[in-house]
């Protein structure tokens, strides 16, 4: 995923760099349930009124180990681990929910290792800079994750050990770079303009779990780019500093690198992000819930190609909650 929790520690005068050669340990936590149906900007509000609604609940633990070479330099690795839930309607043959099925997932995620670099000397940048990063990510998480599943067949329901939905997935299943951009401007004493962004490239095309059917645009799950972007204002007092913000985040409905086969549900979320940040000392608490405000899941390379439009879930919000410490 591409939203990572990385949250850099300043130094205790509340300068923007920490010192060099120390270390920053972050530990991350992202929740969401998504039980929202759009096909593009519409929502499907029939779903929840016939409970046919497919509901995921997420939860991302993300542990992150940074190394400060310099004020300029830093090296940091990420292992997430994710534990979800992917609850689908049980339809009988008239088309009539009758029961649900839930189905799990809990497995550590994708490892990702990215460097950065501030680009001007931070010693002559005390009130704004821009730093570039770039990250590899490892498959280190399965991508054929498989658990039991309830569906109705001839007419009873039968159990049947399948792979998870793509969505609950703990892996992509492929090899990914990322490149990243993070700014800051100080404007007074005691606020700070911030921005970032990111994109994670997928260079394969697929991997090789097998969710079934005969359509080759789809039988196996798509290895998607992803991306994330945010930007706001931040006030502080004393210890706590309060900002807010816009975010989008999303999956592309085709990779910038690479072929876009297989089956994906591309789209973005923008929200409005609330966020409180408590320091004290080296150590760092933030919190944050973006509060989406337009949802949009948008054409895949199958659905160009086939002619259809498939709809997606989306979260109304999330939670973030990251405490870092500096070393």
């Known amino acids: 995923m591409a939203a990572r929790l990385d949250v850099p520690v300043t130094g205790t005068e509340g300068s923007p760099y920490p010192r060099a050669k120390s270390w920053q340990t972050t530990a991350a936590y992202r929740w969401q349930m998504s039980d929202r149906h759009f096909i593009g900007s519409e929502e499907q509000k029939d779903r929840e009124e016939e409970g046919s609604q497919v509901i995921n609940r997420i939860h991302i633990l993300d542990l992150n180990v940074r190394y400060n070479l310099t004020q300029r330099t830093s090296i940091s690795a990420s292992v997430p681990y994710l534990i979800a839930s ?23 995620s994708d490892f990702v290792l990215t460097g950065r670099r501030w680009i001007r000397n931070p010693d002559s940048c005390k009130n704004g800079n821009v730093s570039l990063g770039l990250g590899v990510k490892l498959p280190t998480g399965p991508s054929d994750h498989e658990d ?44 700070v303009g911030y921005a970032s962004a990111t994109y994670l490239f997928n260079p394969e095309e697929q991997n090789s779990t097998d969710r079934g059917g005969t359509d080759p645009l789809t039988r196996y799950y798509s290895i998607p780019d992803q991306y994330l972007a945010r930007a706001g204002v931040a006030m502080s007092a004393r210890w706590v500093t309060a900002s807010l913000g816009g975010r989008v985040e999303g999956v592309p409905g085709e990779d910038l690198l690479g072929g876009s086969k297989g089956f994906r549900r591309p789209g973005y ?4 992000e609330p966020g409180l940040t408590f320091h004290h000392g080296r150590s760092v608490l933030t919190t944050a819930v973006p509060v989406a405000v337009y949802r949009n899941r948008t054409l895949s390379y199958a659905d160009k190609i086939n002619g259809g439009h498939g709809d997606a879930a989306f979260a109304d919000y999330l939670v973030l909650v990251a405490f870092s410490r500096l070393f």
């Open 269 to 272: 979320a923008i929200s409005v």
């Open 148 to 191: 039991l599943r309830r569906t109705f067949v001839g007419g009873r329901i039968v159990s049947s050990v399948v792979p998870v939905d793509q969505s609950i997935q703990p892996g992509d299943g492929g090899w990914g770079f990322g490149l990243e951009a993070t700014a800051f401007r100080r404007m007074g004493s005691r606020s």
């Open 86 to 108: 992917r609850s689908n309607p049980i339809r009988d043959q008239n088309r009539v929910v009758i029961d649900r099925s839930v189905t799990h997932s809990n497995a550590v």
